[in-house]
């Protein structure tokens, strides 16, 4: 199975918000992929005609896996992407692609940029998992439940990530936790699993070591592509993709 995962289009009308996710959507359009995960912040403000922009801007023969992220707001949401009626509680949807379930959480707190699971999403997260133990499953949400050592984005993480762990560690089909939010591509371990920190495609988040500001506006948007092979083994390659040519990340 081979699947991408874009995060953080903020698609707010502008040409160039616009113009990035255009590039990123058309490049993963072009590849033979099973599915695509976006990640969370879709709009930038979470109006309704933001959404309008992404059911155009987000058109793809491969089946789409949406979830929201702090920019997003609940109800435009799910009237302008999901065609229910308007509501204000999570937003939890599993998709199952092949013989795979991707759990898609939602970790927003309406009127926040911080994260948090609320007891109802870890109920769910807890029973998909068990309804289908013998399948791999994804969990996937906006917030990083760990430090990225960003202090733009560590203060506006997931804030109950140890609760998170205890669900997590009660299931062993979890291939990999997938999120979003940081604008930066990262990798670390959560819950005894890998976690994977999807690049962003409006902007791109430095640390503190790097000669640049802190949101960079000039770094062409990025993606990853995640390969799961038959012995559940994840492999993640990472695409940067400027306007002539696609390119690898250099190691």
């Not at 403000?45 to 801007?57: D, K, M």
């Not at 289908?132 to 990530?161: G, T, Y």
């Not at 999120?179 to 962003?200: D, E, I, K």
């Amino acid at each position: 199975m081979v699947f991408a995962q874009v995060s953080d289009l903020h698609l707010d009308g502008s040409e160039r918000a616009a113009e990035r996710t255009r590039r990123v959507i058309d490049y993963v359009n072009a590849l033979e992929l099973d599915a695509v995960l976006v990640t969370g912040d879709l709009a930038d403000h979470g109006r309704p005609e933001e959404y309008a922009e992404l059911t155009v801007a987000l058109k793809s023969p491969h089946p789409m896996m949406l979830l929201p992220g702090n920019h997003d707001r609940r109800e435009a949401y799910r009237e302008g992407l999901l065609g229910e009626p308007a509501d204000g509680g999570p937003i939890n949807v599993v998709q199952r692609v092949g013989d795979v379930n991707f759990l898609l959480a939602d970790s927003t707190i309406p009127g926040r940029s911080n994260g948090f699971l609320a007891e109802e999403t870890l109920a769910w997260v807890d029973s998909t998992l068990a309804a289908d133990a013998a399948s791999p499953a994804f969990v996937c949400f906006h917030h990083p439940p760990v430090a990225l050592h960003s202090p733009l984005v560590d203060v506006i993480r997931l804030d109950n990530a140890a609760r998170l762990a205890e669900v997590l560690g009660g299931h062993r089909n979890v291939v990999a936790v997938l999120c979003g939010h940081a604008h930066t591509a990262a990798t670390s371990t959560f819950a005894g699993v890998p976690l994977l920190v999807a690049p962003g495609v409006v902007s791109t988040l430095t640390l503190p070591a790097e000669p640049r500001p802190d949101v960079d506006l000039d770094l062409p948007p990025a993606l990853y592509l995640h390969v799961l092979d038959d012995e559940r083994r994840l492999t993640t390659h990472c695409r940067v993709v400027v306007q002539d040519a696609p390119r690898t990340l250099t190691p």
